[in-house]
Protein backbone atom coordinates (compact mmCIF):
# COMPACT_ATOMS: atom_id res chain seq x y z
CA UNK A 1 0.00 0.00 0.00
CA UNK A 2 1.44 3.21 -1.00
CA UNK A 3 2.27 5.83 1.82
CA UNK A 4 1.18 8.72 -0.09
CA UNK A 5 -2.82 9.02 0.64
CA UNK A 6 -4.16 12.40 -0.05
CA UNK A 7 -7.16 14.15 1.29
CA UNK A 8 -9.24 16.38 -1.59
CA UNK A 9 -10.94 19.06 0.37
CA UNK A 10 -14.09 20.34 -1.59
CA UNK A 11 -12.93 23.74 -3.15
CA UNK A 12 -16.19 26.02 -1.84
CA UNK A 13 -15.20 28.56 -4.62
CA UNK A 14 -17.23 31.12 -6.62
CA UNK A 15 -16.44 34.66 -8.58
CA UNK A 16 -14.94 35.97 -5.86
CA UNK A 17 -12.23 33.11 -5.40
CA UNK A 18 -11.52 29.99 -3.39
CA UNK A 19 -12.32 28.80 0.24
CA UNK A 20 -11.52 25.30 2.03
CA UNK A 21 -13.15 24.35 4.99
CA UNK A 22 -11.50 21.45 6.80
CA UNK A 23 -13.91 19.52 8.90
CA UNK A 24 -13.51 16.74 10.91
CA UNK A 25 -15.69 12.86 10.93
CA UNK A 26 -17.31 13.82 7.83
CA UNK A 27 -16.64 12.89 4.42
CA UNK A 28 -13.43 14.07 2.67
CA UNK A 29 -12.31 15.26 6.05
CA UNK A 30 -10.00 14.81 8.27
CA UNK A 31 -9.93 11.27 10.16
CA UNK A 32 -9.03 12.47 13.69
CA UNK A 33 -9.72 15.24 16.69
CA UNK A 34 -7.41 18.07 15.74
CA UNK A 35 -5.33 18.80 18.85
CA UNK A 36 -2.88 21.18 17.44
CA UNK A 37 -2.16 23.40 13.95
CA UNK A 38 0.83 24.71 12.89
CA UNK A 39 2.25 26.07 10.02
CA UNK A 40 5.74 26.96 7.99
CA UNK A 41 6.24 29.58 6.37
CA UNK A 42 9.52 31.56 5.19
CA UNK A 43 11.56 28.83 4.48
CA UNK A 44 15.08 30.03 3.43
CA UNK A 45 15.69 28.47 -0.13
CA UNK A 46 17.68 25.63 -0.68
CA UNK A 47 16.72 24.22 3.27
CA UNK A 48 15.45 21.02 3.64
CA UNK A 49 13.20 20.23 7.12
CA UNK A 50 12.11 17.17 9.29
CA UNK A 51 14.24 14.18 8.89
CA UNK A 52 12.42 12.68 11.84
CA UNK A 53 9.74 10.13 12.56
CA UNK A 54 6.92 10.35 15.56
CA UNK A 55 6.35 7.31 17.61
CA UNK A 56 2.54 8.23 17.99
CA UNK A 57 1.22 10.90 16.05
CA UNK A 58 -1.17 11.32 12.81
CA UNK A 59 -0.92 14.49 10.80
CA UNK A 60 -2.43 15.91 7.42
CA UNK A 61 -0.20 18.44 5.97
CA UNK A 62 -1.70 21.00 3.49
CA UNK A 63 0.18 23.58 1.19
CA UNK A 64 -2.00 26.29 1.20
CA UNK A 65 0.15 28.40 -0.82
CA UNK A 66 3.71 27.32 -2.79
CA UNK A 67 4.62 24.06 -2.63
CA UNK A 68 7.10 21.63 -1.60
CA UNK A 69 8.43 17.89 -1.87
CA UNK A 70 7.58 15.84 0.57
CA UNK A 71 9.61 12.47 1.25
CA UNK A 72 7.81 9.64 3.51
CA UNK A 73 9.97 6.57 4.97
CA UNK A 74 8.21 4.02 6.90
CA UNK A 75 11.52 1.61 6.84
CA UNK A 76 10.95 -0.37 3.63
CA UNK A 77 9.73 2.22 1.05
CA UNK A 78 10.50 5.25 0.76
CA UNK A 79 7.69 7.53 -2.23
CA UNK A 80 7.77 11.07 -3.00
CA UNK A 81 4.91 13.66 -3.50
CA UNK A 82 4.82 17.51 -4.18
CA UNK A 83 2.53 19.51 -2.18
CA UNK A 84 1.24 22.49 -4.25
CA UNK A 85 -2.50 22.54 -3.96
CA UNK A 86 -4.74 23.79 -1.10
CA UNK A 87 -7.29 21.44 -1.54
CA UNK A 88 -5.25 18.38 -1.15
CA UNK A 89 -4.18 17.16 2.30
CA UNK A 90 -1.07 14.56 2.47
CA UNK A 91 -1.86 12.38 5.86
CA UNK A 92 1.26 10.92 7.95
CA UNK A 93 1.11 8.59 9.65
CA UNK A 94 3.02 7.55 12.84
CA UNK A 95 6.28 5.48 12.49
CA UNK A 96 7.06 7.19 9.19
CA UNK A 97 10.17 9.28 8.40
CA UNK A 98 9.26 12.79 6.93
CA UNK A 99 11.59 14.77 4.88
CA UNK A 100 10.40 18.24 3.55
CA UNK A 101 12.76 19.55 0.42
CA UNK A 102 12.70 22.22 -2.53
CA UNK A 103 10.72 24.80 -0.55
CA UNK A 104 8.49 27.64 -3.07
CA UNK A 105 9.89 30.98 -1.44
CA UNK A 106 6.10 31.48 -0.60
CA UNK A 107 5.41 27.97 0.66
CA UNK A 108 2.94 28.10 3.61
CA UNK A 109 2.39 24.39 4.89
CA UNK A 110 -0.21 23.98 7.18
CA UNK A 111 0.14 21.14 9.55
CA UNK A 112 -3.28 19.56 11.76
CA UNK A 113 -1.60 17.26 14.57
CA UNK A 114 -3.66 14.33 16.62
CA UNK A 115 -1.00 15.47 19.63
CA UNK A 116 -0.04 18.72 21.38
CA UNK A 117 3.69 19.08 20.84
CA UNK A 118 6.03 16.47 22.29
CA UNK A 119 9.68 16.48 22.07
CA UNK A 120 9.98 13.31 23.31
CA UNK A 121 8.19 11.54 20.46
CA UNK A 122 10.10 12.41 17.64
CA UNK A 123 12.58 10.26 16.38
CA UNK A 124 15.32 11.96 15.03
CA UNK A 125 18.02 9.77 14.15
CA UNK A 126 17.82 7.36 11.08
CA UNK A 127 19.18 4.57 12.58
CA UNK A 128 17.17 4.61 15.43
CA UNK A 129 14.26 4.97 13.57
CA UNK A 130 15.24 2.03 11.03
CA UNK A 131 15.53 -0.67 14.37
CA UNK A 132 12.37 0.39 15.98
CA UNK A 133 10.36 0.67 12.19
CA UNK A 134 11.76 -2.92 12.21
CA UNK A 135 10.39 -4.09 15.12
C1 LIG B 1 6.60 17.38 11.27
C2 LIG B 1 6.97 18.26 10.13
C3 LIG B 1 6.02 18.13 8.98
C4 LIG B 1 7.24 23.62 18.77
O1 LIG B 1 7.64 24.20 19.81
N1 LIG B 1 5.93 23.27 18.65
C5 LIG B 1 5.45 22.64 17.55
O2 LIG B 1 4.25 22.33 17.52
C6 LIG B 1 6.35 22.33 16.47
C7 LIG B 1 5.85 21.61 15.23
C8 LIG B 1 7.65 22.70 16.61
N2 LIG B 1 8.09 23.34 17.74
C9 LIG B 1 9.49 23.78 17.81
C10 LIG B 1 10.53 22.67 17.90
C11 LIG B 1 11.73 23.27 17.21
O3 LIG B 1 12.47 24.05 18.12
O4 LIG B 1 9.78 24.48 16.60
C12 LIG B 1 11.10 24.22 16.18
C13 LIG B 1 11.12 23.64 14.75
O5 LIG B 1 10.57 22.32 14.78
P1 LIG B 1 11.16 21.14 13.87
O6 LIG B 1 12.63 21.32 13.72
O7 LIG B 1 10.69 19.84 14.42
O8 LIG B 1 10.43 21.46 12.47
P2 LIG B 1 10.36 20.59 11.15
O9 LIG B 1 9.89 21.51 10.09
O10 LIG B 1 11.61 19.83 10.92
O11 LIG B 1 9.21 19.50 11.45
C14 LIG B 1 7.87 19.93 11.66
C15 LIG B 1 7.25 19.21 12.87
O12 LIG B 1 8.08 19.40 14.02
C16 LIG B 1 7.08 17.74 12.63
O13 LIG B 1 6.24 17.19 13.63
O14 LIG B 1 6.05 16.32 11.07
O15 LIG B 1 7.09 19.65 10.50
Redesign the pocket.
Known amino acids: MSLIKWIEFPSLGDDRGSLVAVEMGQDRAVPFDIK?V?Y?YHTEQGVS??YHA?KQLK?V?ICVAGKCRMVLDDGKTREEAWLDCPTKGLV?EDMVW?E?HDFSKDCVLL?LATEH?DESDYIRDYSDFLRQASQ
Do not use: E, K
Open positions: RYIRGHQAIRMVY
